[in-house]
């Protein structure tokens, strides 16, 4: 049984034009409470990273590419985030990355 649904949930990735299938219960979103996002917002004004421009969409659970310059969280945006990565996008929107896999995990608009 659990073969056929790690099968099918394979074939249903594929067919939906996803590059990749999560394992079943694996989360891809990280929840970041109000606050921070508004800390993580002040720090983008005042610091003025240089920003990427994505060529693809990118959304929770995608794959960043190598050329992609992930940079490791500021301690100003807090403890709960220090084990991750972040690159800031053209359109204004931070992106949180997974740093092993370069996964995005969380995007704070």
Known sequence: ???????AALAIGLLTG?????????????HVPPQTRTDVREWVVKNKPKA????????VGTTLPPDVTIGAVPEAWGPQL???????????????VEPSGRRVVHIID
């Open 1 to 7: 049984m659990r073969r056929e649904f790690f099968g």
């Open 18 to 30: 996803g590059d990749q299938a999560f394992a079943a219960g694996e989360t891809t979103d990280l």
């Open 52 to 59: 990427y421009r994505f060529t693809d969409r990118v959304v």
């Open 82 to 96: 220090r084990s991750y990565h972040y690159v800031y996008g053209e359109d204004d929107r931070v992106f949180l």
